[in-house]
């Protein structure tokens, strides 16, 4: 269970939303890298909400931007070769891409956390795992050192290190990749962050261990009423875990929907090709499907839609014209010149074009 260490505090921050109940909304966001091959559009023009207490997925292939969307909004894309070039994250009331470099120091860590995809990288290798746990509390909420060395233990505790206060002084390498994980874990959540973004949490862990994490952040969710941004390319993940999921393809929004409705009417043929690579345990053996082709070259983009020369749907308007954003139901978006033909394959919705991205 978890056990935030300043419950009252905690309580005072989940009452502090933005105007409009959103804790997160990005606004028309551009994240760009100057490259030898030219420019790469890796976040082109994206916007999304998340409301306080909701997990929100994203999901898509490698490449799509899912990670740099999420080191866009607290500001750690390296910069050359990275820019952010235009756009907004509101988190309550202040836009992050305005704040100072001491100002938005002071909200990582602190007011929103990241896991990053592999904790080798991410943990000092010649810092002793206690003392890296306790950086984060010593200048974030205040601790002595004393304060700090129990709260790590507590900490370690907490995300199921096993004789945590034996194992605190240990280096990095003589924890296996599931402990390296949750070290990295019990830093996100130290501070009690309003969000948490959670970037492949368990890439190349046991399905043991993927289950412990995966809830350990619902309890964290439940008990602190903690936003989550879940990316990953699990999709039986986000089925499982989030209120929301986003689709990202070529740096662009490609859907957004309610997890429940994306499942069950996805209304974008690249949603129905991720969908239908899931392995399913009934169907015929060696009957495995793949979306045909590759990524496209962000770098290098023809006219039209990104997705076009892999697309089941396709027609000669998808390489000519740049599809538009169609609403085909409350809360549920497609980037689609025939999202209404997709998304009706499954029923008869009311669906309206709300103009193109």
Avoid: W
């Amino acid at each position: 269970m978890f056990h935030p260490a300043n419950p009252v505090k905690m309580t005072l921050l989940n009452k502090m939303t933005t105007t409009n109940g959103n804790l997160l909304e990005v606004k028309n966001l551009r994240t760009y890298f100057d490259t030898e091959d030219g420019i790469v559009k890796a976040v082109d023009d994206i916007s999304f909400q998340l409301k306080r207490g909701e997990t929100l997925g994203i999901v898509g292939e490698s490449g799509s931007g899912k990670s740099v969307t999420n080191l866009s909004i607290i500001r750690l894309i390296p910069d050359p070769p990275g820019k952010i070039v235009s756009g907004e994250v509101i988190f309550k009331d202040n836009d992050l891409l305005l704040l100072s470099n001491e100002a938005i120091r002071k909200i990582r860590g602190r007011r929103i956390a990241m896991i990053f995809q592999d904790p080798m990288t991410s943990l000092n290798p010649f810092m002793k795992i206690s003392r890296q746990l306790m950086e984060m509390t010593q200048l974030h909420l205040g601790h002595t050192k004393a304060q700090a060395y129990e709260h790590a233990i507590r900490m370690l505790e907490t995300v199921g290190i096993p004789d945590a206060r034996a194992r605190a002084d240990s280096y990095p390498h003589e924890f296996s990749g599931g402990m390296r994980q949750r070290v990295m874990i019990a830093m996100a959540l130290s501070c009690e962050p309003e969000l948490l973004i959670a970037d492949e949490p368990t890439t190349a862990l046991d399905v043991t261990i993927q289950a412990q994490i995966l809830e350990l952040i619902k309890t964290l969710k439940r008990e602190t009423g903690t936003s989550v941004i879940l990316i990953t390319h699990d999709l039986g993940v986000v089925a499982g875990m989030t209120d929301h999921v986003i689709v990202m393809y070529a740096g662009k929004i490609f859907e957004q929907a309610r997890t429940a409705e994306l499942f069950s009417r996805p209304g974008n043929p690249y949603t129905k090709g991720l969908l239908r690579s899931v392995p399913d345990p009934i169907a015929e053996q060696g009957k495995l499907y793949q979306i045909p082709g590759q990524p496209p070259d962000v770098a290098h983009l023809k006219p039209g839609c990104p997705f076009a020369p892999r697309c089941d749907h396709v027609q000669e308007i998808c390489h000519r014209e740049f599809p538009p954003f169609v609403q085909l139901n409350a809360d549920h978006y497609s980037l689609c010149h025939f999202a209404r033909e997709v998304f009706a394959e499954s029923g008869n919705p009311q669906i309206s074009q709300i103009g193109s991205v």
